[in-house]
């Protein structure tokens, strides 16, 4: 195929390799190099879906249209002005960077160099997400609970940053109020040197709120995110492992929705077979 769009992967630990993986499957995808600074690491994955195995970022000059960014948070902005600053379109893992001040450069940069950038915010496409939007037309009470087990690639930010940034952009995306009212914020330090378990109130101009609360350090990763509005009270369950929900392959969710909105699909039927979309109640 012709005019493919020429991509390269910076950061090759867990994510990234699922970025390479998915970029090597696409058609309209020339997977050009992954790069990474354990050349070791790049080699590796390189030699898996037939690209370079670069260390460098130098060594991409003129040789990408886009990127895709997985390294740690606090490398954001280093690593994204590289490209940014050249026009090249880039997939950025959320968060966008570790402060607001950081997150505003990258912002900056694309506008200045007309780049596309887009954050990584995969639960967006959560089949359970997706289903709640087009259940709850006007929700008046948003409650999250994400329980994940400790991961050590995700210590250098706190447990808001890295796994309840989710659920914040989750009730901005349904509750359709442009300006926050009151954010009531607490959190603890119980593992490492950063928060591990926080509570957020997000109050909205509209008489909507949002109920957040993360942790990270928990013995079995949950994500239950029941949302509420002011007749019924839909919901969805949208991480725990299928089988263990009671749900197969031909009751899922995932098969109602086009094969489009399932990230990796890698089969022959419409459900993926990672699918971790449970149910609804």
């Given amino acids: 195929m012709t005019n493919r769009t020429r991509v390269a992967v910076i950061g090759v630990g867990y994510l990234g390799k699922i970025h390479a993986k998915i970029y ?92 596309i950038l887009q954050i990584g915010h995969l639960e967006r496409f959560n089949a359970g997400v997706m289903k709640l939007a087009e259940l709850s037309t006007n929700p008046r009470f948003i409650e999250v609970h994400r329980l994940g087990k400790f991961v050590e690639r995700a210590t250098d930010v706190d447990v808001v940053t890295d796994l309840m940034i989710h659920d914040i952009d989750i009730v901005l995306s349904l509750i359709k109020s442009l300006t926050g009212k009151r954010y009531l914020l607490s959190g603890n330090k119980v593992i490492t040197d950063h928060v591990d378990i926080a509570n957020a109130r997000l109050e909205f101009e509209n008489g909507s709120c949002g109920q957040c609360h993360s942790e990270q350090g928990f013995h079995e990763p949950v994500q239950a995110n029941p949302g509420f509005r002011r007749a019924q009270l839909p919901g969805a369950e949208f991480c725990r492992p299928a089988a263990r929900r009671g749900t197969t392959r031909q009751n899922c969710p995932w098969r109602t929705l086009p094969r489009a909105h399932t990230p990796g699909y890698r089969g022959s039927s419409p459900v993926a077979t990672e699918c971790r979309a449970c149910r609804f109640y």
């Fill in 24 to 115: 090597a499957g696409m058609e309209n995808v020339e997977l050009v190099a992954v790069l990474d600074t354990d050349p070791k690491a790049a080699k590796r994955v390189a030699s898996e879906y037939g690209c370079q195995g670069l260390t460098r970022t130098v060594d991409l000059a003129g040789k990408v249209d886009a990127v895709s960014i997985v390294v740690p948070t606090s490398l954001h902005l280093e690593v994204s002005r590289k490209f940014l600053g050249n026009g090249v379109h880039t997939m950025l893992e959320k968060p966008v960077a570790p402060s607001v001040q950081e997150s505003r450069e990258i912002v900056s940069l694309a506008r200045e160099n007309g780049a």
